[in-house]
């Protein structure tokens, strides 16, 4: 049987394609909310290309945002994701998912 990949499936892989995105995710893992300067700062790079990746990431429903004054707050929407990338990061913390190697002797 063929797996196929969902719309949503694939805008969630393709949103995570760009390290900059990763990292905000990363940011944004920790629980709670981060204001756009808070992603700014943690990610190093200008306001514009911050702003172009949030916007990646809300569309594919990874985050949500909620604006409150001038200021606009993001959170993880999606913590299956973030708990994704951690496991890709160091699969050893995932005791439940390492496999066995199987001996042929």
């Given at each position: 049987?063929?797996?196929?990949?969902?719309?949503?499936?694939?805008?969630?892989f393709r949103a995570l394609a760009h390290p900059a995105r990763?990292?905000?995710?990363?940011?944004?893992?920790?629980?709670?909310?981060?204001?756009?300067?808070?992603?700014?700062?943690?990610?190093?790079?200008?306001?514009?290309?911050?702003?172009r990746h949030l916007s990646v990431l809300r569309e594919s429903g990874i985050i949500a945002d909620e604006k409150r004054?001038?200021?606009?707050?993001?959170?993880?929407?999606?913590?299956?994701?973030?708990?994704?990338?951690?496991?890709?990061?160091?699969?050893?913390?995932?005791?439940?998912?390492?496999?066995?190697?199987?001996?042929?002797?």
């Amino acid at each position: 049987m063929k797996a196929v990949l969902t719309d949503s499936t694939h805008h969630v892989f393709r949103a995570l394609a760009h390290p900059a995105r990763v990292r905000i995710v990363r940011e944004l893992s920790g629980g709670g909310e981060k204001c756009v300067c808070e992603l700014v700062e943690a990610c190093g790079q200008g306001w514009s290309t911050v702003s172009r990746h949030l916007s990646v990431l809300r569309e594919s429903g990874i985050i949500a945002d909620e604006k409150r004054g001038l200021q606009v707050f993001y959170r993880l929407r999606l913590s299956c994701v973030a708990r994704f990338i951690d496991c890709l990061d160091d699969p050893r913390r995932y005791p439940e998912l390492q496999v066995e190697a199987a001996c042929c002797c």
